[in-house]
């Protein structure tokens, strides 16, 4: 069953950007085996910077870290800042 997307909208290109991400990554596979839509937001949420904070983030376990984690890293810090909370 699929994590609830608990939490404030994101930009709609923000989340596209990784959902194309997690496309090139699912290597033929249904694109959910990487990860959720609600774990790619709460992604660009939290914007981790390390494997560590990867792990905090409902959705991503160790196995994910082991194989997309560097690369999940590498597409959030391509993504321009989320404007602050007014």
């Known amino acids: 069953m699929a994590a609830a997307d608990e939490g404030p909208p994101v930009p709609e290109e923000q989340f596209e950007a990784l959902r194309a991400w ?3 990554r699912s290597e033929g596979k249904p694109a ?7 774990t790619l937001r709460e992604l660009i949420r939290r914007r981790p910077a390390t494997v560590q904070e990867l792990l ?3 959705g991503v376990g ?3 870290c082991e194989r997309h984690g ?3 890293l590498e597409a959030l810090a ?3 800042e989320l404007p602050a909370a007014a």
């Open 22 to 24: 997690r496309m090139e």
């Open 32 to 38: 959910y085996t990487v990860a959720t839509d609600a």
């Open 56 to 58: 905090a983030v409902r």
């Open 62 to 64: 160790p196995g994910f």
């Open 70 to 72: 560097e690369a999940a």
């Open 78 to 80: 391509a993504l321009p």
